[in-house]
C-alpha cells in the first residue's frame, strides 16, 4: 500500500510560479513511477507529467513543455511538480499519482494504481 500526501497548491496570477510537492510513504520509493495527472470543472483528468524510477526520465504533455518540470527526491521520498508560467487554463486540481507495476512511465491514469487526494491550483487573470 503507498499512501501519497499533495501540497504547494493555492491561488497565483498569471504568469507567475507555484511548485507542487508529493509525499509518498508505504513502500520503497525508488521503486514506484510517478506522475502528476490535473482534473478541470467538467473535464476528464488528463496527464501532465511523469518520471521514471531510477534514471529520472521525464516525459509531458505537450502543453506543459517548458512551462512545468518534474523531479523526484528519492531519498526524501518525494516528487515535485514545478510550474512556471502558469496560465488560467492551468486551474485544476493536480494529483500525484504512483505506479507500483510498470517499468516505464505511461500517460495513461489507468496505469496508476495509487492517487493522493488532489491539491487545488488556482490562476487567476
Known amino acids: 500500500q503507498v499512501e501519497l500526501v499533495e501540497s504547494g497548491g493555492g491561488l497565483v496570477q498569471a504568469g507567475g510560479s507555484m511548485r507542487l510537492s508529493c509525499a509518498a510513504s508505504?513502500?520503497?520509493?525508488?521503486?514506484?513511477?510517478m506522475a502528476w495527472f490535473r482534473q478541470a470543472p467538467g473535464k476528464e483528468r488528463e496527464f501532465v507529467a511523469s518520471i521514471s524510477r531510477y534514471s529520472g526520465a521525464t516525459y509531458y504533455a505537450d502543453s506543459m513543455k517548458g512551462r512545468f518540470a518534474i523531479s523526484r527526491d528519492n531519498a526524501k521520498n518525494t516528487v515535485y511538480l514545478q510550474m512556471n508560467s502558469l496560465k488560467p487554463e492551468d486551474t485544476a486540481v493536480y494529483y500525484c499519482?504512483?505506479?507500483?507495476?510498470?517499468?516505464?512511465?505511461?500517460?495513461?491514469?489507468?496505469?496508476?494504481?495509487?492517487w493522493g487526494q488532489g491539491t487545488q491550483v488556482t490562476v487567476s487573470s
Open positions: 499519482a504512483a505506479d507500483s507495476r510498470g517499468l516505464v512511465p505511461s500517460r495513461t491514469n489507468r496505469d496508476y494504481d495509487y
Open positions: 508505504g513502500r520503497t520509493f525508488s521503486s514506484l513511477v
